[in-house]
Structures are given as C-alpha cells and as structure tokens.
C-alpha cells in the first residue's frame, strides 16, 4: 500500500522558515515526481513546486519564488520544501503528491499525502 506522510508544518512568525518533509512508504520517491500544493480554506488547492524525476530545474509558482526550494532526500525516501521569509498569505494546509511527471493541476496525481497545516500570523 502506498503512503505519502507530510511532516514539519506548525505556526511560524512572519519572516521565520519551516522545512515540510513528505515521506513515502510503498513507492520510491525517486522514481517519481513529487508535488506540493497548498490548500487555504475556501481557495482550491494549487501547486507549490514540483520536482521531476530527473532532478532537472524543480518548478515553482511566482509566489513562492526565491524563498522555497524542493529538494530529494532519497536515502531516507523522502522530498523537502524548506520555507524561508514566510508570509501570512502563505498559511495553507499543505499536501506532497507522487506522479510519473510534473504537472500543475492536482487531479492528475496518482498519489497523495494526508496534508499538513501551516500557519503564519498576519
């Protein structure tokens, strides 16, 4: 059975940093791209960054541009996305999700964590 497990969210002043880890059990990460999107209540989910299988230019939204980085950790079968300069609007419930490829919608993805929440005070 397949599992992706987020972890590391919490509450985090404006300006700190956070690092999201997404866990796989199941699966290899590493044959896989991996996604985060964000989910804020009332909005739809969107993509965050995805990184592709062959660890070539991860994407990112506008956004979140210059602050976050998606990285693999494939000895422990685990993705990152350390967070850095945090903002209000960037309070999401976040989610990793597994794919053969990098895509920016969310229906597509065969594979998906529980979420996570992250908060950061306005």
């Known amino acids: 059975q397949v599992q992706l497990a987020e972890s590391g969210g919490g509450l985090v002043q404006p300006g700190g940093s956070l690092r999201l880890s997404c866990a796989a059990s199941g699966l290899a990460l590493e044959d896989y791209a991996v996604a985060w999107f964000r989910q804020a209540p009332g909005k739809e989910r969107k993509a965050v960054s995805c990184i592709s299988r062959e660890d070539i230019e991860p994407w990112y939204a506008d956004d979140v541009k210059g602050r976050f980085t998606i990285s693999r950790e494939n000895a422990n079968n685990t993705v990152h996305l350390q967070m850095n300069s945090l903002k209000a609007a960037d309070t999401a419930v976040y989610f990793c999700?597994?794919?053969?490829?990098?895509?920016?919608?969310?229906?597509?993805?065969?594979?998906w964590g529980q979420g996570i929440q992250v908060t950061v005070p306005s």
């Open positions: 999700a597994a794919d053969a490829r990098c895509w920016v919608g969310a229906r597509v993805y065969d594979y």
